[in-house]
Structure formats: structure tokens, C-alpha cells
């Protein structure tokens, strides 16, 4: 065969010249794409990263904060592993596996009580196990190298790293009496 039906059975969906096909693999959905449809019990799933962010609260508070979503659409049960997370996470930038820890959200709980960690096979075995009823997991990125340098207490509830705390502040500040003996706030 020459180069260009090479590129014809390519194009046909073909891997290469001996007429395997293509493997599909895990991909970046872009931002206008529509989800990913699987069929009932396929062992297919898509995977949401929330990154950039931080986990912030506890309990049936806890939330994902300033946080971006990254789909990853057309992961195989069969080949699901750490290393595909880690290959995740180098598209999106994070290149150092020592400066984030990836949690799991258990499907159908909620971040107070649902959220386990990602850092071995026997992890992404026990994810596997759900893939035919829950084809979407989501996965958060606590990055371990956060730096807080804005802190605002307010009743014993600290609001810490958020990019818009001055502004918070301003308005804590505007709402409330100066002289409030429950309001403490630090400023660094």
C-alpha cells in the first residue's frame, strides 16, 4: 500500500494499513461540544475535573470555589487507571503530581461526605465497579500549594485565599456597625 491509502483508510476510521480500528481514547470536550451519549450499561464514561479552585466549608457546606470544569468524554472502564488522570491533569497544565491531591465524588453524594481519594489503582478499580449505572464522575483538584494571604473572620467562620475577600470586606464593612464586637477581620 502507498502513503496515500494509508491516509484513505485513516480517514475511513482505520488505525492503519491492516484495517484495525481506530481506537477511540479519552478526549477534551471543547466548550460548544454536546455531552457525550453512551448506551445503557456500556462500559464508557466521561469524567468532569474541577480544577483551579479550592474546597472551602465542611460538612453539607463544603463547596468547590472559584473552581474551572474540564470534561473529559470517551474513557474506557477497561484501561481506567491513575495514569489517565495524570495525563488529565498535564492538559490542563498541572505538571507536578506532588502539588494537588484528586478526589472522587461518589456518585449521588454530596462534597461533605462523598469525596475520596485518587491516588492508586485499587482507587480507580473501586471506580470502575460503578461505570455501567453512573457513566459521569467528577473528580476535584485540591491543590496543596495554595497560598492565603487575604483572611476575613466573621463569627468564628473564616473566609481565607478568595480573590475577591478586599471586596468582601468592603462590603462586611459598608453593612454592618463598625463597632460590632463579633467582627474581626485580618488583613496581611
Given at each position: 500500500?502507498?502513503?496515500?491509502?494509508?491516509?484513505?483508510?485513516?480517514?475511513?476510521?482505520?488505525?492503519?494499513?491492516?484495517?484495525?480500528?481506530a481506537?477511540?481514547?479519552?478526549?477534551?470536550r471543547?466548550?460548544?461540544?454536546?455531552?457525550?451519549?453512551?448506551?445503557?450499561?456500556?462500559?464508557?464514561?466521561?469524567?468532569?475535573?474541577?480544577?483551579?479552585?479550592?474546597?472551602c466549608?465542611?460538612?453539607?457546606?463544603?463547596?468547590?470555589?472559584?473552581?474551572?470544569?474540564?470534561?473529559?468524554?470517551?474513557?474506557?472502564?477497561?484501561?481506567?487507571?491513575?495514569?489517565?488522570?495524570?495525563?488529565?491533569?498535564?492538559?490542563?497544565?498541572?505538571?507536578?503530581?506532588?502539588?494537588?491531591?484528586?478526589?472522587?465524588?461518589?456518585?449521588?453524594?454530596?462534597?461533605?461526605?462523598?469525596?475520596?481519594?485518587?491516588?492508586?489503582?485499587?482507587?480507580?478499580?473501586?471506580?470502575?465497579?460503578?461505570?455501567?449505572?453512573?457513566?459521569?464522575?467528577?473528580?476535584?483538584?485540591?491543590?496543596?500549594?495554595?497560598?492565603?494571604?487575604?483572611?476575613?473572620?466573621?463569627?468564628?467562620?473564616?473566609?481565607?485565599?478568595?480573590?475577591?475577600?478586599?471586596?468582601?470586606e468592603?462590603?462586611?464593612?459598608?453593612?454592618?456597625?463598625?463597632?460590632?464586637?463579633?467582627?474581626?477581620?485580618?488583613?496581611?
Amino acid at each position: 500500500m502507498t502513503g496515500g491509502d494509508g491516509a484513505a483508510a485513516a480517514t475511513a476510521g482505520m488505525e492503519n494499513t491492516r484495517n484495525e480500528p481506530a481506537r477511540k481514547g479519552p478526549k477534551l470536550r471543547r466548550p460548544n461540544d454536546p455531552p457525550a451519549r453512551y448506551g445503557p450499561l456500556e462500559e464508557e464514561l466521561t469524567v468532569e475535573i474541577n480544577y483551579s479552585g479550592f474546597l472551602c466549608g465542611f460538612g453539607a457546606a463544603k463547596s468547590y470555589v472559584d473552581g474551572k470544569q474540564a470534561r473529559f468524554d470517551g474513557c474506557e472502564a477497561d484501561t481506567w487507571s491513575p495514569l489517565w488522570l495524570t495525563d488529565f491533569m498535564e492538559q490542563l497544565g498541572y505538571r507536578d503530581r506532588d502539588k494537588y491531591t484528586l478526589y472522587w465524588l461518589l456518585p449521588g453524594m454530596d462534597l461533605g461526605s462523598g469525596l475520596r481519594i485518587i491516588d492508586r489503582d485499587v482507587d480507580t478499580m473501586h471506580m470502575i465497579v460503578v461505570v455501567p449505572k453512573f457513566q459521569y464522575f467528577q473528580i476535584f483538584v485540591d491543590h496543596k500549594d495554595m497560598d492565603f494571604d487575604d483572611v476575613v473572620v466573621i463569627d468564628d467562620v473564616v473566609i481565607g485565599g478568595a480573590p475577591s475577600s478586599r471586596k468582601y470586606e468592603q462590603q462586611v464593612v459598608a453593612s454592618l456597625q463598625l463597632g460590632s464586637n463579633n467582627i474581626a477581620m485580618g488583613m496581611s
